[in-house]
């Protein structure tokens, strides 16, 4: 385990930072854009968990910790050089990916089903939730858009994009399966 003596340590003063494997590069890179706004939907599930509680509550505390695991894997490149880093670095698996989707299927069967898209809001739970999944949605677009050009774990990406359908469905169940959503409602204020 690492120790972190000392929380600043002046190697980013001039706007560059380290990925896992060493390399420097700008603050703006797009890998730490998309590691830093996985970092931004592990704030906002926090903030969700304040209002959590039970399995919802356990699941975040999950999916909290995947979000480290998924940030560690995005900040460390190149997945062709693995077996050459003396190491094996912490990647994303489909074992993470299927059990978002169990927890998926398990809430759909829950929930009333949709006759309107739902507008975020209800409890202060499921309005949460709706901040998780918006914050997830623009991660997964970073995600994609360093894929598009640099190395990214399939598993990775998968991950990502289930994280939005979960906290989806679990605002719903936070709004007593869904009975209490909120229901946009087309051209309402004309």
Known sequence: MVVLNK?????GDAGQTALGNGTRVPKFDDRVNAYGTVDEVN?????????ATGAIDAQLAMIQNDLFDLGADLCRPDMASDADAGYTPLRMTDTQV???????????QAVEPLRSFVLPGGSALSAHLHLCRTVS???ERLCVALAAHEDVNPAALKYVNRLSDWFFQASRIANDDGRADVLWVPGANR
Do not use: C, K, N, Q
Not at 7 to 11: G, L, N, P, Q
Not at 43 to 51: D, E, F, I, Q, Y
Not at 98 to 108: A, K, N, P
């Open 7 to 11: 929380i600043y340590t002046r190697s």
């Open 43 to 51: 704030a906002t599930v926090g903030l969700a968990r304040l209002h």
């Open 98 to 108: 299927d059990r978002l989707e169990s927890e998926i299927d398990v809430m759909t």
């Open 137 to 139: 949605r623009r991660a």
